[in-house]
Structures are given as structure tokens and as C-alpha cells.
């Protein structure tokens, strides 16, 4: 006869049956938002579309500003939408773990980033030696290609653009800092605590363009592999974000 569960397994048995519950909750959240919100908004600017074919040229120069208004909201919500769905999908995914060469995943995300980098004066700064990390190969390159977009965005009014990607080992066993460095337009420190939320945007969208989800997903997939994620930085003086990862053994 098997023994009964100690308290310490009953506690951890507990535990996984609310991950699982929290999960399937996210899981109900998803459809709902990819379904029925998607829905309405395809019918927005569906009729939208009507109105102003049935207006025809006649419509007044006001009439034409507002249904543009309308159509670029719900286009705005569209990308808002897509946005909060990678957002949630981060807490639901498996990881699967491999080696990742880091050098090969800052190397990847700047052959993504190319058309934002084109025209530009950039001086990469890639440290030599960096090092081999343990993750989820998917996540980390979404990882990079998340920091590096976002350096070189607040980057741009810069020439040249200074973007630094380095490490050094971290106090916590197993794990490394990274960092990624440019010579931006910087932030507030004040507000620093808005940079990793969804949606949480430092400055204006006249300014720069983007949903203010970049760090916040960059945020998620750190702490899912037992990480943490900070940001250093001032107004006009650059930023500088630090993160931890697992090292490759």
C-alpha cells in the first residue's frame, strides 16, 4: 500500500491544478478575443467602406476624415489585438530548450530588422565572446529581434545610431546578464515602470511609431525562462536594457 502524499507534494499537486486552471482560463480569453472582437471589427470597417462607396465622390472633405478616423482605429485595434494574442500565447507555450549561440541570434535578428536599418549610419557594437545560452530557440530569437527593434527605432534621430550588445556573468548560478545599449532619445527614469507593460507607451505615437508591446513581450519571455528584465536611461542620454538568461552548461 503506497504511502499518502506528504504535505510538500500536496502542496505542489494544488499548485499545478491552478497553473492548469489559469492556463485554461487564458486559453477562453484567446478565443474570445481572436473570435468575437475580430468579428466586430471586420464589420466596422466593413461598413466603413460602405458608407463611403455610397457617399461617392460627393462626400464632404469632414464625412472622409471621420470614416478614416473609424477605418484607422479599427485597423489600430487589429494590430492591438494580434499584439495582446502573442502577449498571452508567452504564458501557454511549451519551451523547448536547445544550446543557442547568441552571436547567431543577434546575427538573425538584425537580417530581420534589415529595412529599418537601411539608409542608417549604425555602429553595431557586438561583443566578441558572447556567450551560449540554454532556451526556447523560438522565443529568444523573438527576444532579440523585440530589443534590437526597439534600440533601433529610439535610435533613429541619431547619426550615427550607437547599438551595443554585450554580457557579463550574473551573481545567480546558471544564469548571465545581457545587455543591449543605444544612444537614444532615452526615457524618463520616473516612468521607467511603464516600459514592460502592455500597451504602456513613454513617448507620443506622433513621435514614434509602435503599440508599446515590444518590451512587454520582451519582458514575458525572460521571466519564462527564469529571468528577470530591467531598463537604465534618461531623457536624451540613451537606454539600456539588462537581462538574465540561463547559460548553456
Given amino acids: 500500500m503506497s504511502a499518502p502524499p506528504s504535505p510538500q507534494e500536496q502542496e505542489l499537486s494544488r499548485l499545478r491544478a491552478e497553473l492548469q486552471a489559469a492556463r485554461d482560463a487564458l486559453g477562453d480569453f484567446a478565443y474570445v478575443v481572436s473570435h468575437d472582437l475580430r468579428a466586430n471589427l471586420r464589420h466596422i470597417s466593413a461598413y466603413a467602406g460602405l458608407v463611403r462607396e455610397e457617399l461617392g465622390d460627393s462626400t464632404p472633405a469632414d464625412v472622409v476624415s471621420y470614416l478614416d478616423t473609424v477605418t484607422n482605429a479599427a485597423k489600430l485595434m487589429g494590430r492591438q489585438i494580434d499584439g495582446l ?47 551560449r545560452l540554454r532556451g526556447d530557440a523560438v522565443l529568444l530569437r523573438q527576444l532579440f529581434a523585440h530589443l534590437l527593434s526597439n534600440a533601433l527605432k529610439f535610435t533613429r534621430p541619431r547619426a550615427p545610431a550607437v547599438i551595443s550588445i554585450g554580457w557579463q556573468p550574473a551573481d545567480e548560478d546558471g544564469l548571465c546578464l545581457l545587455f543591449v545599449r543605444d544612444n537614444g532619445v532615452g526615457f524618463n527614469p520616473q516612468q521607467q515602470g511603464k516600459l514592460f507593460h502592455v500597451f504602456q507607451r513613454l513617448h507620443s505615437a506622433s513621435e514614434f511609431e509602435g503599440q508599446g508591446l515590444g518590451l512587454a513581450l520582451a519582458r514575458k519571455i525572460v521571466e519564462r525562462h527564469g529571468g528577470s528584465i530591467r531598463a537604465e536611461g534618461a531623457p536624451d542620454a540613451g537606454c539600456c536594457i539588462r537581462f538574465t538568461l540561463p547559460l548553456a552548461a
Fill in 85 to 131: 494574442m502573442a502577449w498571452s500565447q508567452l504564458d501557454r507555450a511549451e519551451l523547448d530548450a536547445t544550446t543557442l549561440d547568441v552571436q547567431a541570434l543577434v546575427v538573425e535578428a538584425r537580417h530581420v530588422l534589415a529595412a529599418e536599418a537601411a539608409g542608417r549610419q549604425i555602429d553595431w557594437q557586438v561583443a566578441a565572446d558572447l556567450p
